[in-house]
């Protein structure tokens, strides 16, 4: 399972013309869910995401988690992080889980995510999505459990 974070002033997706999630300050987090991940994986990676201090203090260091900022999440399901690039220029998508599991896990990260007192808001599960974004920063990490 990967975690693409990005720390945003704002975010939000656009669905069919229409907004169905916005966010201000916040995480915009991109999930990608692979063949034999679990809750394990979930649990651990949205535990680490509440967490993650990469807000900046007072100091200008990173220091402050979504939790010390009152900031927000806004989860969407990219099954493009599960591509391999290593054979050739077209992506290969074999080690993405299959939908039905893929749509579980999402839900239950973002159901962990809400647990930890994370205000959380989604994107639609296998929609054609518009994401919009303005990274603070820029500053994005990557996570990932195997």
Do not use: W
């Not at 987090?29 to 967490?51: C, H, M, P, V």
């Not at 900031?71 to 690039?85: M, Y």
């Amino acid at each position: 399972m990967k975690v693409l974070i990005q720390r945003v002033l704002s975010a939000s997706v656009e669905v069919e013309g229409k907004v169905v999630s916005a966010i201000n300050c916040g995480f915009l987090i991109f999930i990608g869910i692979e063949k034999g991940d679990s809750t394990l994986q979930a649990d651990y990676l949205a535990r680490k995401t509440a967490n993650l201090r990469i807000f900046e203090d007072k100091n200008g260091k990173m220091n402050l988690s979504l939790q010390d900022m009152d900031a927000e999440a806004l989860v969407v399901s990219q099954f493009t992080l599960a591509a391999s690039l290593e054979r050739g220029n077209r992506p290969g998508f074999d080690q993405a889980a299959a939908p039905e599991e893929a749509q579980k896990l999402y839900a239950y990260f973002t159901k962990k995510l809400k647990e930890e007192n994370i205000k959380t808001q989604t994107g639609i599960f296998q929609a054609d999505m518009k994401v919009s974004l303005i990274n603070d920063g820029p500053a994005t990490f990557l996570l990932e459990k195997h």
